[in-house]
Every structure is written in structure tokens, then in C-alpha cells.
């Protein structure tokens, strides 16, 4: 059965997401989480004991794959400078590309995955504020570990104090490595792209790009893999949190953002919905006094409507001709007569 609106009614308009809206509220978001990331530096000790503990239990489970990827970042230049530009520049470009990619061809998903991102992003930040901890690059350097950052240093934008660009890396926090959203943001990427896609380059750049940023930040030293570990359980407490994220927004915004309420619509349509609304309650009316004709009184063989005192009132109030003709069973002695 086809939906229809109660007519003399127009629905509230469905808000849509503009560009205009939305890059400024990214904007904002990354902002605020930089900040944020800045602001909760722990003490630099209980980084590293942290940063010590996570590579003990590592050994302890035969997880130890940072040492010999670093050897082998450090020893071959060809792989260590391409590793170092994917570490310090794709998380700019490929997520803002995604989100782009997803606000102008699957808007109806984009609302969804960016909430997802954005949850995910600020429960990290919620791991950098309670485990600080000291990525494997700043080390002693008995523990094993080169930074390929500072040794590739002169190749690339960066400098030798972190993938931040050169003279900035003071203004990060150095020791926010547990969780890895580099690995994180990365997963997100490969979801959408998996999902969305539709080809069979999509889908292989989706397992391609978070199974290379992983093994890229392991063998920059930049993280543990643990860390990689941690971003991706992350990004499964985002998937779990957004739907709720979505309806708390969707009730802020019902509460505080004056909306547009149902109105008169005032038009032809409504005049004609009028009349036929009009027309449809002459009709019930009709039908009312015709149901109360037919539990009419029978009175020494005349019958009476319903506000007829005599029998035969009716000729007088319709005139001559107006009175249905009686049916054959109706005529005879008690049959009312013809209107004089």
C-alpha cells in the first residue's frame, strides 16, 4: 500500500550533509584530536617502562617481528626511504581521499563511516592518555632499534625527531605509540574500499594498504606489534560505539536545532483536498440518514422516515414527482398516496 501524508500537511525537510558543513567539522575533529594527542604527554620514564614491558611480552610470544624488519629497513635504503614516505605521508592523503571518495559517491554510507572514524580516533586518544608509551625508534640503542626517520632524514619533509615535518616535532607527542592509528586508519581504509569498491583493484588495495602500513611501522621502529594490534581492536570498539554516537547526535540535534514543523500547505492541491474532504462528510451524512430510514416506525401500514410525525409528511416537504415510485410489493390499500 503506497505511503501518503495527511493532506494540509507538508513533511519537515531531511538536513543534508554539505561540504561547506562537513570539512570545516573534519577540520575540527583532527584539530582537537592533535591537541588532545599533545596535551596528555605522560612521563617520559614510565613511557619507556611501558614501551619495555609491551617488547618483553612480545619475546615471551614469539611476536618479536620489529628487529628483523628494522635490520632490513635500515641495511637496504631502496625499501627503508619508500617505507619512510608511506609512514610519514599516506595517513594524510589516503583517509581524507577516502572520505571524499565517500561523501560524493556513497553518501548514504558517508555519515556512518565517518562517525566510525572519528569514535575510533578519540578512543586512541583515550589509550595515549592512559599507556604512554615509548616507541622502539627511542630506545637505548642497546635494545636493537635504528630510527630509519632520522637516518633517512635529508631524503624526505621530515625530521629527525619524528615524522612531523622538519623543526615541528617538538609540537607532537613522541611517546602516544599504543594504539598504532596509522594501522588503525588504515583498516578503516581497507573496510570502505572492501565494501565499497566494486572492482577487483579496490579489493586488493583494501588487503594491501593496512597489511603494508603494519609491517612499515614495525620497520620504521615507530611501533610495536602490539601497538598495530591495539589500533585494530580500536577501530572494532569505534564499529560497536558509532550507532550510538549517531542516535546521541541525532537526539542533540532534535533537542536544540530549531526544525521546520508540519504547515497548512496553502495551494490548490489543499483547496481541491478540501472539497473532497468536504464532499466525503456530505456523503457520511447521507449515509447516516439513510441508515436511520431503514430502522424507520411502521404505523398502520405507512411507513415513516426518521423526524416524520404523520405518515405521507415526506410529499409535502418534496413536492409533487420527488418521492421514489414504491416498489411492486409496496402497492395496494396501504400504500401512501399520490401527492395532490
Known amino acids: 500500500m503506497p505511503h501518503t501524508e495527511t493532506p494540509?500537511?507538508?513533511?519537515?525537510?531531511?538536513?543534508?550533509?554539505?561540504?561547506?558543513?562537513?570539512?570545516?567539522?573534519?577540520?575540527?575533529?583532527?584539530a582537537c584530536y592533535s591537541a588532545g594527542r599533545l596535551l596528555v604527554r605522560g612521563d617520559v620514564s614510565g613511557a619507556v617502562d611501558n614501551g619495555l614491558t609491551i617488547l618483553r611480552i612480545e619475546k615471551a610470544l614469539f611476536l618479536n617481528a620489529e628487529h628483523p624488519l628494522n635490520r632490513l629497513f635500515t641495511r637496504e635504503p631502496w625499501i627503508g626511504i619508500p617505507a619512510d614516505f608511506w609512514y610519514a605521508s599516506l595517513h594524510y592523503l589516503v583517509t581524507p581521499a577516502i572520505l571524499i571518495w565517500l561523501f560524493r559517491s556513497r553518501t548514504v554510507r558517508y555519515r556512518a563511516a565517518r562517525t566510525w572514524l572519528w569514535t575510533s580516533t578519540f578512543v586512541g586518544l583515550i589509550g595515549f592518555t592512559l599507556l604512554p608509551t615509548c616507541p622502539p625508534r627511542l630506545l637505548d640503542a642497546s635494545h636493537g632499534f635504528v630510527d630509519t626517520m632520522a637516518q633517512y632524514s635529508s631524503y624526505g619533509w621530515w625530521g629527525g625527531e619524528a615524522s612531523a615535518p622538519r623543526g615541528l616535532g617538538g609540537m607532537t607527542n613522541q611517546y602516544a605509540a599504543m594504539p598504532s592509528l596509522h594501522v588503525g586508519w588504515a583498516l578503516w581504509c581497507g573496510v570502505m574500499l572492501w565494501?565499497?569498491?566494486?572492482?577487483?583493484?579496490?579489493?586488493?588495495?583494501a588487503v594491501a594498504y593496512p597489511l603494508i602500513t603494519t609491517i612499515v611501522v614495525m620497520g620504521t621502529a615507530n611501533h610495536y606489534f602490539l601497538d598495530a594490534v591495539a589500533g585494530a581492536a580500536v577501530m572494532g570498539v569505534g564499529l560497536l560505539l558509532a550507532p550510538l554516537v549517531m542516535r546521541t547526535a541525532d537526539r542533540v540535534r532534535a533537542r536544540f536545532v530549531p526544525r521546520f514543523a508540519a504547515v497548512p500547505a496553502v495551494s490548490a492541491d489543499s483547496a481541491g483536498s478540501s472539497s473532497a474532504a468536504t464532499s466525503a462528510s456530505a456523503s457520511a451524512a447521507t449515509s447516516a440518514v439513510s441508515s436511520a430510514a431503514g430502522s424507520s416506525d411502521v404505523s398502520a401500514g405507512c411507513q415513516t422516515s426518521a423526524g416524520e410525525r404523520i405518515p405521507r409528511q415526506r410529499d409535502a416537504r418534496f413536492g409533487a414527482g420527488a418521492e421514489p415510485s414504491a416498489s411492486p410489493q409496496d402497492a395496494g390499500d396501504g400504500a401512501p398516496a399520490a401527492a395532490r
Do not use: Q
Open 8 to 30: 494540509g500537511t507538508e513533511a519537515a525537510p531531511v538536513p543534508r550533509l554539505r561540504w561547506w558543513t562537513e570539512l570545516p567539522l573534519i577540520l575540527l575533529v583532527y
Open 195 to 205: 565494501r565499497y569498491g566494486g572492482t577487483r583493484t579496490a579489493k586488493a588495495a
